[in-house]
């Protein structure tokens, strides 16, 4: 099975910052990468497949970098909306998520 | 407009069963790969299991013997069958759509398991 590792597990930052998360697998995955934002309460929304290709509606401040097994997940500025939990999720082999990153408030 | 909604949840004794189910709309679930993925409390996400479209499956080693994923292509809907369940079943249950990209690109709002005596 492949596994999924991010980091941090935790991000302490301030609105306008810029914020990196990574997230590496544990054999080659290519491309096929995707990113999910879950605020509490709420499913999962889908911010980034095939590591780069950002979702209808998303906002371009977020963009996703990598191949292989090691990406990024990058917020160009953090904006109070953006306060949430962020996970990767590999698709070349089954289907294993990262095991999240938390964004909080610094 | 695509939408799922799941039914079913509540709580349980260890040991007993309960059948989620997932109403879907806007599209055809036996056209697509359809998924149950759960978090438990204060957790991650975790696959749980994986219908295809012809008609395979998958499951999570976790579940393997105990879950049981199906669709009604008449209703549209999907379901998981849960069996012989544990306290470590206790999570929420969320119906996903994995797209034609194999990503999951549409989720259902989720349903609580609780599995306690």
């Known amino acids: 099975d492949i596994q999924m590792t991010q980091s941090p597990s935790t991000l302490s930052a301030s609105v306008g910052d810029r914020v990196t998360i990574t997230c590496r697998a544990s054999?080659?995955?290519?491309?096929?990468l995707a990113w999910y934002q879950q605020k509490p309460g709420k499913a999962p929304k889908l911010l980034i497949y095939?590591?780069?290709s950002l979702d209808s509606g998303v906002p371009s401040r977020f963009s996703g970098s990598g191949s292989g097994t090691e990406f990024t997940l990058t917020i160009s500025s953090l904006q109070p909306d953006d306060f949430a939990t962020y996970y990767c999720?590999?698709?070349?082999?089954?289907?294993?998520f990262g095991q999240g990153t938390k964004v909080e408030i610094k | 407009e695509v939408q799922l909604v799941e039914s079913g949840g509540g709580l349980i004794q260890p040991g007993g069963s309960l059948r989620l189910s997932c109403a879907a709309s806007?599209?055809?679930?036996?056209?697509?790969?359809m998924s149950w993925v759960r978090q438990a409390p204060g957790k991650g996400l975790e696959y749980v299991s994986v219908?295809?479209?012809?008609?395979?499956?998958y499951y999570a080693d976790s579940v393997k013997g105990r879950f049981t994923i199906s669709r009604d292509n008449s209703k549209n809907t999907l379901y998981l069958q849960m069996n012989s369940l544990r306290a470590e079943d206790t999570a929420v249950y969320y119906c996903?759509?994995?797209?034609?990209?194999?990503?999951?690109?549409?989720w259902g709002q989720g349903i609580l398991v609780t599995v306690s005596s």
């Open positions: 996903a759509r994995i797209g034609s990209g194999w990503y999951v690109d549409y």
């Open positions: 806007g599209f055809t679930v036996s056209s697509n790969y």
């Open positions: 219908i295809y479209s012809g008609g395979s499956t």
């Open positions: 054999q080659s995955i290519g491309s096929w």
């Open positions: 095939k590591a780069s």
């Open positions: 999720q590999q698709y070349n082999s089954y289907w294993t």
